[in-house]
Structure formats: structure tokens, C-alpha cells
């Protein structure tokens, strides 16, 4: 009998959970890492995006880009505007991921019910902070909602502090869909740069360039490429650097992988996330200020900062390599069994078994 009790004591939480991520890259990817490290702890995820969004994942649904064990996909109608073209109408945007989703969503939500496979009742929401309606989902249905910042916990601090979290996402400020590039001129300015530094390099480039393209292919030193596995990528042994736009996603994998960076932000939390990587961790070295986005930035400076990165045998850089080695071991002590990512993650999944 008392073995039997502490074997069902042992046993995963089966509880569902539902994640729901605000419909832009950076968002989705954040989402499905946890829904993968909550579905490894015995969770059932249903992972509920736009249909846009799921012909997105489920053309990576191969190989390394399988959907996690665990996690099942969803999608509501395509009550929003596309991906494609979106930055025509940011604004438009975010108002229709406010107003429109939540309908279809509680639709979407009464058939599971219907469904054998998803007999147990939902145990909690796990929402983006910026789809703020699935709160007031889950009050009518007494269903917890757990928010997920997928920012940098000091630039949710500074907001928190500064005014109430709903207001600020219901009045001023926006997050990052996906949609900011830099312009034609500058990524012209980046790929002669990175010829002209003569070290080999890999760039992810989406909306692929023509002109860009011919420019790198005047070396053989560079392939473009319009999306990889950024994390295999980057803890390869053969990666010594990573320019980067300074999202948190490819922040935190950088810092996981243990490469520095060359810094690069464009918009919105990114400034911050650019000013911890080389003032507060000292894992690289800034390529512009985030005072200055305006500025073009010629190709002789990339150049020489992808160069010096790369190559220098300054203390600085040396320091630099240094540090982010220091804070790849401290990330890989986190997430490991144990470690403070580890024990959290084992927090949450036995709170929200506590509240079924």
C-alpha cells in the first residue's frame, strides 16, 4: 500500500494546460520552449495559434523542428491580418490581436470538451502578457492564467514600477511582432561589410534580397539562409561570434551557447537587452548605439568590429570570450537538474497541479 501511494506520488502531472502566445515570431518561439519543458514534465500542452500560424510551425514539423512530445497544435480562424505585409498597418495589427482573437478562442476552448483525447479539464492558461483578454477568459471559466514576459525581467521591472502592467499594455506601448528590419541601404552596408572582414559567416536573412545576395556571393566565404536552428547553430563548435539584433530569444540562446556578440538593436526592448550584453554581463561589444537607430552604419565599421570580435587578441576581447564562457557555464547550471531554472520550472507545474 505505501509503495503504491508513493509511486502515484511520483507520477508526472497529466494536468492540460493551454498555451496561448501572442501571434509574432519572437513570442511563439518563447512559448513553445516552455510548453515543451512544462510538456516534459508530464503536462499535456495544446498550443493554440491563428491557422497562418499553424501552417507556419507545421512546415518545420520535421526533424529537429518537430512539435515537442506532449504538445499539440491548435489554431482559431485567421481573425487577424497576415503575417506577410504586416508592418503596413503595426498599429491595425495589435488592435485586431485585442479585439478579435478571444471569440474564437472561447469557441475553440468549448470543443475541447467534445474531445476524448482532451478529456481531463483545462488546468490553467498560459498566456503571453500581451494577449492581456485570456485573464478575463480564464476568471469567467475559473481557470488560473499564468502570464509569460518573454523580455527581460529589468525591462518588465522598470514598467511595473513605472504604471500598472494592464495599462501599459492597453494604452501606450507595443511589443515586437516580428515586423521591424533595418533598410535596404543598411543591409547592403552589412553585406559588404562581412565580405570585406574576409571571416567566414552564416546569415539568416527572411525577406531575401537580391542585391544582397549578389553582393555576398562575390566571396566564398558567406551563405545566406532564410531560417536555421539558431540554437544548434549556435553552440557549434566552429561559431566564434553572432551579430545580433538583440531579442531576448537570441540573447538568451547566445548566452546558452557561450558565444559573444556583436551588438545591433532595433527596437523596443531590444536597446536594454543590448545594454546588458555589453555593459552588466560583458559579453560583447556594440556595433551601434540604441540612441542612434538612424544611423547607417558603413561597411568599413562592421567590418572592423566583426574583425576585432573574431580575431583580436586585445584584453578586451579576450575578457569578452572569457566572460561568455563564465555565463554559458552559469546558464547550463540553471536549466540542469537541480540548478534555479530546473527548481522553478518543478514550482510552477506543482502549483498548478495544487489549484486543479
Given at each position: 500500500?505505501?509503495?503504491a501511494?508513493?509511486?502515484?506520488a511520483?507520477?508526472?502531472?497529466?494536468?492540460?494546460?493551454?498555451?496561448?502566445?501572442?501571434?509574432?515570431?519572437?513570442?511563439?518561439n518563447?512559448?513553445?520552449?516552455?510548453?515543451?519543458?512544462?510538456?516534459?514534465?508530464?503536462?499535456?500542452?495544446?498550443f493554440?495559434v491563428?491557422?497562418?500560424?499553424l501552417?507556419?510551425?507545421?512546415?518545420?514539423?520535421?526533424?529537429?523542428?518537430?512539435?515537442?512530445?506532449?504538445?499539440?497544435l491548435?489554431?482559431?480562424?485567421?481573425?487577424?491580418?497576415?503575417?506577410?505585409?504586416r508592418?503596413?498597418d503595426?498599429?491595425?495589427?495589435?488592435?485586431?490581436?485585442?479585439?478579435?482573437?478571444?471569440?474564437p478562442?472561447?469557441?475553440?476552448?468549448?470543443r475541447f470538451?467534445?474531445?476524448e483525447?482532451?478529456?481531463?479539464?483545462v488546468?490553467a492558461?498560459?498566456?503571453?502578457s500581451?494577449?492581456?483578454?485570456?485573464?478575463g477568459v480564464?476568471?469567467?471559466?475559473?481557470?488560473?492564467?499564468l502570464?509569460?514576459?518573454?523580455?527581460?525581467?529589468v525591462?518588465f521591472?522598470?514598467?511595473?514600477?513605472?504604471?500598472?502592467?494592464?495599462?501599459?499594455?492597453?494604452?501606450?506601448?507595443?511589443?515586437d511582432?516580428?515586423?521591424?528590419?533595418?533598410?535596404?541601404?543598411q543591409?547592403?552596408?552589412?553585406?559588404?561589410?562581412?565580405?570585406?572582414?574576409?571571416?567566414?559567416?552564416?546569415?539568416?536573412?527572411?525577406?531575401?534580397?537580391?542585391?544582397?545576395?549578389?553582393?555576398v556571393?562575390?566571396?566564398?566565404?558567406?551563405?545566406i539562409?532564410?531560417?536555421c536552428?539558431?540554437?544548434?547553430v549556435?553552440?557549434?563548435?566552429?561559431?566564434?561570434g553572432f551579430?545580433?539584433?538583440?531579442?531576448?530569444?537570441?540573447?538568451?540562446?547566445?548566452?546558452?551557447?557561450?558565444?559573444?556578440?556583436?551588438?545591433?538593436p532595433?527596437?523596443?526592448?531590444?536597446?536594454?537587452?543590448g545594454?546588458?550584453?555589453?555593459?552588466?554581463?560583458?559579453?560583447?561589444?556594440?556595433?551601434?548605439?540604441?540612441?542612434?537607430?538612424?544611423?547607417?552604419?558603413?561597411?568599413?565599421?562592421?567590418?572592423?568590429?566583426?574583425?576585432?570580435?573574431?580575431?583580436s587578441d586585445?584584453?578586451?576581447m579576450k575578457?569578452i570570450r572569457?566572460?561568455?564562457?563564465?555565463w554559458?557555464?552559469?546558464?547550463?547550471?540553471a536549466?540542469n537538474?537541480g540548478?534555479s531554472s530546473?527548481r522553478?520550472?518543478?514550482?510552477l507545474?506543482?502549483?498548478?497541479?495544487?489549484?486543479r
Open positions: 500500500m505505501a509503495a501511494a508513493a509511486g502515484a511520483n507520477e508526472p502531472c497529466r494536468c492540460h494546460i493551454v498555451a496561448v502566445p501572442f501571434p509574432g515570431r519572437g513570442h511563439v518563447a512559448m513553445m520552449n516552455l510548453s515543451r519543458l512544462l510538456a516534459a514534465r508530464g503536462a499535456a500542452v495544446t493554440v491563428t491557422e497562418e500560424w501552417g507556419l510551425l507545421s512546415s518545420f514539423n520535421s526533424g529537429a523542428f518537430a512539435t515537442p512530445p506532449g504538445v499539440r491548435r489554431a482559431i480562424p485567421n481573425v487577424i491580418p497576415s503575417e506577410h505585409g508592418a503596413a503595426h498599429e491595425g495589427f495589435l488592435e485586431a490581436v485585442g479585439a478579435r482573437m478571444e471569440a478562442f472561447e469557441r475553440l476552448l468549448d470538451r467534445l474531445e483525447e482532451t478529456a481531463a479539464p488546468a492558461f498560459v498566456a503571453d500581451y494577449v492581456p483578454w485570456v485573464v480564464g476568471n469567467r471559466r475559473g481557470v488560473p492564467v502570464s509569460l514576459f518573454p523580455m527581460a525581467a525591462f521591472s522598470a514598467y511595473y514600477h513605472f504604471d500598472s502592467l494592464q495599462s501599459w499594455l492597453a494604452k501606450e506601448h507595443q511589443p511582432s516580428g515586423a521591424t528590419s533595418v533598410s535596404s541601404s543591409l547592403d552596408e552589412i553585406a559588404l561589410g562581412l565580405a570585406t572582414s574576409a571571416v567566414r559567416f552564416l546569415w539568416i536573412l527572411r525577406e531575401q534580397s537580391t542585391q544582397v545576395r549578389e553582393l556571393n562575390n566571396t566564398n566565404k558567406g551563405m539562409l532564410p531560417w536552428d539558431q540554437l544548434k549556435l553552440c557549434h563548435p566552429s561559431v566564434g551579430l545580433t539584433h538583440c531579442g531576448m530569444n537570441s540573447t538568451l540562446e547566445a548566452v546558452f551557447a557561450g558565444v559573444p556578440m556583436l551588438t545591433l532595433l527596437f523596443f526592448d531590444q536597446a536594454i537587452d545594454r546588458l550584453i555589453v555593459e552588466e554581463w560583458k559579453i560583447g561589444v556594440k556595433l551601434r548605439d540604441s540612441i542612434d537607430t538612424n544611423r547607417l552604419i558603413r561597411r568599413e565599421e562592421i567590418a572592423r568590429a566583426v574583425k576585432r570580435l573574431m580575431a586585445e584584453a578586451e575578457a572569457r566572460h561568455a564562457l563564465e554559458k557555464e552559469i546558464s547550463h547550471r536549466v537538474q540548478g530546473h522553478n520550472l518543478t514550482s507545474m506543482e502549483m498548478i497541479r495544487s489549484s
